[in-house]
């Protein structure tokens, strides 16, 4: 088991994309270094006692003809030790991670931090860059190498802001604005999910970070900063009026058009997005389809209602949707 | 196993009975039904994670599966088992003919069982609470979780907590008030001890639960705003409120279990237990720090620095009488002869599990680790460990080692050995993996997970292991069975034990003890054994012997009067509940049901004429 | 009906000490609660626009001199002086009926002045709390009340002294538990 333990330590961030032990920032290495530290403690401690405790059963195992064994009361140098000694150990795990816990409960020293506020809604979750003038959903873009300062609201429910190889675990509590950061070191699509039981698509609250270059950041902030284009093509634009004739627009907003719903996410540039339904689908033509065509089977319980929309109208959304890049 | 030994039978005269050992019988009985129960929703939930996005459950029924999963565990199979073996084993162990209050003990029980048919009756209703056994609001709040499963959670919890406050009440007063002369503190057996210590932790956690729960009842019954952000309060004090209680609840659960094993490796190992006042008063300081690091359940709420620093401290501190604890138990076992019969392959199955629970405990208790540890798969094989490794193994060790006590009959050891062996094998199987799941990024209370993130071997893994768990039942019910029919005859003493339980015949009769014993040491039936250098000072030869003179006659034996009214006055309180689903008529009907109950009750005479 | 216990304390006396621990736990989670959310009331009316606190500084004292007229009736039957006893019992019981009565109107008061319960934060932490301890005090005078009347059925004297001792032990906890209360909710508001 242990050795499991060891091989999965191992292998690459990339098969576990929301593994704990690989971290890809500041805040989640020193986390994952002090877990280092205290499992090998744990393993030691664990080794001796399985080990003194096999040795007992076998070496004072009954045998035919045993006598009544001597009585003792008890050793106090014995028993002393066996306190003294776990409390040398937990000294040693203390002090680092009470030095570890005042660095990553406060609020960041970095006054260059890039300011995220995170909204999180029965069960999906808003991005908002005040600075940038962003509003976006389910996926943050930020750039490697720049503290992240994310500032955690709830509007309904508890929910927590989780991307393992980023940063560990931190609330959303409603009526209250808590703040997470950190810095991160290397780009790449960074999974993470709602870890606070949220109620039933608590399991598919889903969210991705992704960590650009800093020009590649740039480029997708000034994108989205942006209002939404014109489409172009006849079926997106076809798509457009499907859009704002039908319930959609009561609760998304594209910036640039009449949709000005708030209850839903942003879908200003929903085509530049990887993932639907917060991390459920990728996004696909195929799989938008069928997220619009039935919603409540991709994501049981979700509040986006099963629209009556015919093959065609679904086609001409799917690319309206597809070209708000 | 008919326990005819001057007992009326009957059904009337189970409904009826005050004495300490039916009721204990029938706190198990029911108790294991509900572990049966809450281990079918284990299993089907391990049957929903077996693969990745499998729509075995649909996420509703999820939800509702895995809140009474926890909530049935925790209060309506965990703590019923406990009480179960202190009503049997304490009044025995301290030389006492019942507990103090025999009527406010059938009270207990009966409540307890009301709650739980109450929380029950949500099933075929379709009705089931979904907000988890912990019920964090503003989730449970009516805005987010209508209809009435919620109620059915707050109530079935208020009426079976009055039942615990109640029993911690009896045994309190019973181990502090009816020990044989000359059982002082430092003479108890450790179970006695940890009921002690239990029973006091009952008392003073269960009230801010109960706090909690009638908050919870009125915000959404009548409206009030304890946990409305938007009317300025704050929905974590919900979250302290659980937690005060539901740490506590945890040594509730686990304390007795060690006593259990505390008393049990000294009879198997036939030596008496290593620094016996050490091992008591780590316990005692289990028990007090236990309510002081109540916030390690909420490291990621963001109540700061300090805060999280100062409570993740206080929980380190937890492990040194833990460790002490399992240090002791070895130390007992060295230089011992030691017996594996199944009660005493339990008692070390719980020092080996137990053990990786604790360590992974420590692992948590370090806040910024527990930032990515909590409320993930981490944490689930973590309590499991504790509590299945723990408290689990802690109660069938001391089904093996009581049954034939309380039956007088005793169960097949190969069985028992197959039982031990699947489940020990079952706890590793399943709940190890989950380590790995964990840590790899599956949060817990999620009904599937996406293919792709690396944990579907390890989820395959838990699952097949929850079969193997089912699976060892299915020597445990064959023992029962093959028992009942011809189990053979246990004798007074079928382990060579060492405490006053083991004087009497098996079953025991109705008034435990013909003459309450006068003891004067610990472990009074192996006084021939304890040699004279090694004996604590003051000891002298004897053991537990009848205090009167030879030529005095026996004192008459007075025994308490079985009694409708602990019945009756639950049935009231059952109808107040059921009554606060939205029935004030119910409710008022209830009250006076209760108040009838306690007037009669008041001025029935508790105690009869001599009995024999 | 008992014999000797090991600590010398009768089973129901000091199973009346162990309630009013567990008790203690119970108000002092409410009395916690109270001042936890006290100035955090965001929706009128707020404590200082109802509070009437010279009424309720009566009532308290009516409340207190219970408390004396407990201690006199345990005195009372103590000696086995019957007439003495039915009167310090019907007067304690009479004075926390008052005292009930005045959180009657004082609640009544409220609702009609705008604050039924599910009004805010305050009506919410004021009516439970104040409430929890109204039924103490209820449930105390029905207890005094049957001890009233086993006294005058000739069923209570002097034998039974540790029965009232327990009762009153329980009357002076609620008692307590109010002037605590009344504190922390009325002088300091």
Redesign the interface.
């Known amino acids: 088991m242990l050795f499991l333990g060891v091989l999965v330590s191992q292998g690459c961030g990339g098969e576990y994309p929301q593994s704990t032990l690989h971290p890809s920032s500041d805040s989640a290495t020193l986390i994952d270094q002090l877990f280092d530290q205290i499992f090998w403690w744990a393993v030691g401690v664990f080794v001796v006692v399985e080990g003194i405790l096999i040795y007992v059963f076998v070496r004072f195992r009954e045998r035919p003809g045993d006598a009544r064994p001597k009585q003792v009361h008890g050793h106090l140098l014995l028993e002393v030790g066996w306190t003294l000694a776990p409390a040398l150990i937990l000294v040693a795990i203390a002090i680092p991670s009470i030095r570890a816990i005042f660095i990553i409960d406060r609020s960041t020293p970095d006054p260059e931090a890039l300011v995220v506020e995170v909204i999180g809604k029965q069960w999906w979750w808003e991005f908002r860059y005040p600075e940038l003038g962003i509003v976006t959903a389910n996926e943050a873009h930020v750039p490697v190498g720049r503290t992240v300062d994310l500032r955690l609201r709830s509007a309904d429910v508890m929910h927590s802001f989780w991307i393992p190889r980023l940063a560990g675990k931190r609330d959303l509590v409603p009526g209250i604005e808590n703040q997470l950061w950190f810095r991160p070191d290397s780009v790449g699509v960074y999974h993470g999910q709602c870890a606070e039981f949220c109620g039933t698509a608590h399991a598919l609250m889903g969210m991705r970070v992704i960590v650009d270059e800093p020009d590649d950041f740039e480029r997708w902030a000034r994108a989205n900063a942006a209002p939404a284009s014109t489409p172009a093509a006849a079926e997106a634009r076809a798509g457009q009026g499907v859009f704002m004739a039908n319930a959609c627009v009561s609760c998304h907003a594209v910036r640039g058009t009449p949709a000005a719903g708030q209850f839903g996410p942003d879908l200003t540039h929903f085509g530049s997005r990887l993932t639907i339904a917060s991390g459920v689908l990728e996004n696909t033509p195929a799989n938008l389809a069928r997220w619009l065509d039935s919603t409540q089977h991709v994501k049981p319980g979700n509040p986006m209602p099963e629209v009556e929309l015919s093959d065609a109208q679904i086609r001409q959304l799917v690319a309206y949707l597809g070209s708000l890049r | 196993m008919a326990m005819t030994d001057g007992y009326s039978t009957g059904i009337r005269s189970w409904l009826t009975t005050v004495d300490h050992k039916r009721i204990a019988i029938m706190y198990f009985v029911v108790g294991f039904v509900f572990l049966l129960i809450a281990g079918v929703e284990g299993q089907l939930i391990r049957l929903q994670l077996a693969t990745p996005e499998r729509s075995f459950l649909?996420?509703?029924l999820y939800?509702q599966l895995f809140t009474m999963h926890g909530t049935t565990m925790v209060f309506f199979a965990g703590m019923p088992l406990v009480v179960a073996f202190f009503n049997f084993v304490v009044p025995l162990q301290i030389g006492a003919r019942d507990v103090?209050?025999p009527r406010l003990n059938a009270f207990s029980f009966w409540v307890f069982l009301f709650g739980g048919l109450f929380l029950y009756a949500s099933v075929p209703l379709r009705v089931m609470p979904d907000?988890?056994w912990f019920a964090?609001m503003?989730?449970t709040n009516p805005e987010?979780s209508p209809g009435p499963g919620i109620d059915f959670y707050v109530l079935a919890l208020l009426i079976s907590g009055v039942g615990s406050?109640a029993g911690?009440?009896?045994f309190?007063?019973t181990i502090?008030?009816?020990?044989a002369p000359g059982?002082t503190f430092m003479r108890m057996p450790l179970f006695t001890w940890m009921a002690l210590i239990v029973s006091a932790l009952i008392?003073?956690?269960?009230?801010?639960f109960?706090?909690?729960l009638?908050?919870m009842l009125?915000?959404r019954r009548?409206?009030?705003?304890?946990f409305?952000?938007?009317?300025?309060?704050?929905?974590?004090?919900w979250q302290h409120?659980f937690w005060?209680f539901g740490h506590p609840e945890v040594y509730i659960l686990i304390l007795p279990a060690f006593g259990i094993v505390s008393d049990v490796i000294p009879t198997f190992?036939?030596?008496?237990l290593?620094?016996?006042?050490?091992v008591v008063f780590s316990g005692v300081l289990i028990a007090f720090l236990g309510f002081g690091v109540w916030v390690h359940h909420m490291f990621?709420?963001?109540l700061?620095?300090v805060v999280?620093?100062v409570f993740?401290?206080a929980t380190?501190?937890i492990?040194?009488p833990t460790?002490?604890k399992?240090?002791?138990w070895?130390?007992t076992?060295?230089?011992?002869?030691?017996?594996?019969r199944t009660a005493m392959l339990f008692a070390?199955g719980l020092?080996?599990t137990f053990?990786?629970g604790g360590?992974?405990g420590?692992?948590h208790?370090?806040?910024?680790?527990?930032?990515?540890?909590?409320?993930?798969y981490f944490v689930v094989a973590h309590f499991h460990y504790v509590l299945i490794g723990g408290t689990v193994f802690g109660l069938f060790c001391g089904f093996y080692y009581w049954f034939p006590k309380a039956t007088g009959r005793m169960l097949h050891e190969g069985l028992g050995k197959a039982h031990f062996w699947l489940s020990f094998i079952a706890l590793?199987v399943t709940f190890?993996?989950m380590?790995?799941s964990g840590?790899?990024?599956?949060?817990?209370?999620?009904?599937?997970?996406?293919e792709?993130?690396?944990l579907d071997v390890f989820n395959l893994i838990s699952t097949v292991g929850a079969f193997i768990f089912t699976l060892s039942f299915v020597p445990l019910v064959w023992n029962l069975w093959r028992t009942w029919r011809r189990g053979e005859a246990a004798g007074h003493n079928p382990w060579d034990a060492s405490t006053l339980e083991w004087t009497m015949a098996s079953p025991p009769p109705h008034y435990n003890f013909a003459e309450i014993p006068a003891v004067d040491r610990r472990d009074p039936l192996?006084h021939p054994?304890?040699?004279p250098e090694?004996r604590?000072e003051g000891d002298e030869p004897g053991g537990a012997v009848p205090r009167r003179q030879p030529d005095e006659p026996p004192a008459p034996v007075v025994m308490p009067n079985p009694s409708y009214w602990p019945l009756v006055l639950a049935v009231g309180m059952l109808l107040m509940t059921i009554g606060g689903l939205g029935s004030l008529g119910l409710t008022l009907f209830g009250l006076l049901v209760t108040a009838v109950g306690l007037?009669a009750w008041?001025f029935e005479p508790?105690?009869g004429e001599e009995a024999h | 009906m008992e014999g000797p216990t090991s600590t010398g304390i009768p089973n129901r006396k000091l199973a009346m000490w162990a309630f009013i621990g567990s008790e203690c736990m119970l108000f002092g989670t409410l009395i916690a609660t109270y001042m936890i959310y006290r100035g955090r009331n965001l929706v009128p009316p707020y404590p200082h626009d109802l509070l009437n606190i010279p009424f309720i500084t009566i009532t308290t004292f009516v409340l207190l001199m219970s408390s004396l007229m407990m201690v006199l009736a345990l005195a009372a039957v103590q000696k086995n002086d019957l007439r003495a006893t039915k009167l310090w019992l019907g007067l304690t019981a009479l004075f926390g009926l008052i005292f009930l009565g005045g959180q009657y109107y004082e609640f009544s008061h409220f609702v009609h002045e705008g604050l039924p319960l599910s009004r805010n934060l305050f009506s919410s932490t004021f009516f439970v709390l104040t409430g929890t301890h109204g039924a103490h005090v209820a449930g105390g005078v029905i207890w005094l009340s049957t001890l009233l009347v086993r006294t005058v059925q000739g069923q209570l004297d002097a034998r039974h002294a540790e029965t009232v001792e327990i009762a009153g032990l329980y009357w002076h906890f609620v008692d307590v538990v109010w002037i605590i209360l009344f504190t922390l909710i009325y002088l300091l508001v």
């Open positions: 649909d996420p509703d939800n103090a209050f907000g988890g964090y503003p989730l987010y406050i911690g009440l009896n309190l007063v502090l008030n009816m020990r059982m008392l003073l956690a269960f009230p801010p109960t706090v909690g009638i908050f009125f915000d009548f409206g009030t705003h304890f409305d952000a938007a009317a300025g309060a704050d929905p974590v004090l409120l005060v190992s036939r030596k008496i290593f620094g016996y006042p050490v990621s709420v963001g700061g620095p999280n620093a993740g401290g380190m501190l492990a040194i460790g002490i399992i240090f002791n070895i130390a076992m060295w230089g011992g002869r030691l017996r594996f070390v020092v080996a053990t990786i360590l992974s420590v692992m208790s370090s806040p910024p680790a527990d930032l990515q540890q909590t409320d993930t590793n190890f993996p380590h790995f840590l790899l990024g599956m949060p817990r209370r999620t009904y599937t997970y996406a792709g993130l690396g192996w054994y304890i040699e090694s604590a007037f008041a508790a105690f």
